[in-house]
């Protein structure tokens, strides 16, 4: 488990480019985290990193979008990134539903707390807690790596 303190959309940003630079075909990760916390502004670097082609933007509407990569990782090759809001889905089946190539693909989930359950055995959360006071644009993201039954 990894802790940060984030004080602008900058530094998430730069979050966002650290953390996709070691993700990896098969990933699913979890963005957990209030209204206007960074969630889509931490994917967009995530996404910078990956070498995601296209306007990394949140699929509210939508709820998936599917970005092909550059091929500047070549680790990366036939891998594409999946991202999901599932604010407006109601069960891990309705995830499931979506029919992501879950092992091809680097998926992150906004809103996704508990939509995990029998997708994968493992994946990353990542938590974003904000001021809500509203005196403060400080954001406390804490990373961690979860395995189903573990």
Same mark, same amino acid.
């Given at each position: 488990?990894?802790?940060?303190? $984030?004080?602008?959309?900058?530094?998430?940003?730069? =979050?966002?480019?650290?953390?996709?630079?070691?993700?990896?075909?098969?990933?699913?990760?979890?963005?957990? #985290?209030?209204?206007?916390?960074?969630?889509?502004?931490?994917?967009?670097? $995530?996404?910078?990193?990956? #070498?995601?082609?296209?306007?990394?933007?949140?699929?509210?509407?939508?709820? !998936?979008?599917?970005?092909? =990569?550059?091929?500047?990782?070549?680790? =990366? !090759?036939?891998?594409? =990134?999946?991202?999901?809001?599932?604010?407006?889905?109601?069960?891990?089946?309705?995830?499931?539903?979506?029919?992501?190539?879950?092992?091809?693909?680097?998926?992150?989930?906004?809103?996704?707390?508990?939509?995990?359950?029998?997708?994968?055995?493992?994946? $990353?959360?990542?938590?974003?807690?904000?001021?809500?006071?509203?005196?403060?644009?400080?954001?406390?993201?804490?990373?961690?790596?979860?395995?189903?039954?573990?």
């Amino acid at each position: 488990m990894t802790k940060h303190t $984030i004080e602008t959309p900058e530094a998430m940003h730069e =979050l966002g480019l650290s953390l996709g630079s070691r993700f990896k075909a098969g990933d699913l990760i979890v963005l957990t #985290g209030p209204l206007g916390a960074g969630k889509t502004t931490l994917t967009r670097g $995530i996404g910078e990193a990956l #070498g995601a082609i296209g306007n990394v933007s949140s699929p509210t509407f939508v709820i !998936a979008r599917t970005h092909k =990569l550059d091929g500047s990782r070549t680790d =990366l !090759a036939n891998t594409v =990134l999946v991202h999901v809001d599932a604010y407006r889905l109601g069960s891990a089946a309705e995830l499931d539903d979506l029919d992501i190539d879950f092992e091809n693909s680097i998926t992150i989930v906004e809103w996704g707390k508990g939509f995990t359950d029998g997708i994968s055995d493992r994946w $990353i959360e990542i938590e974003i807690e904000r001021d809500h006071t509203g005196e403060s644009e400080v954001r406390q993201v804490t990373v961690s790596e979860h395995k189903a039954n573990a």
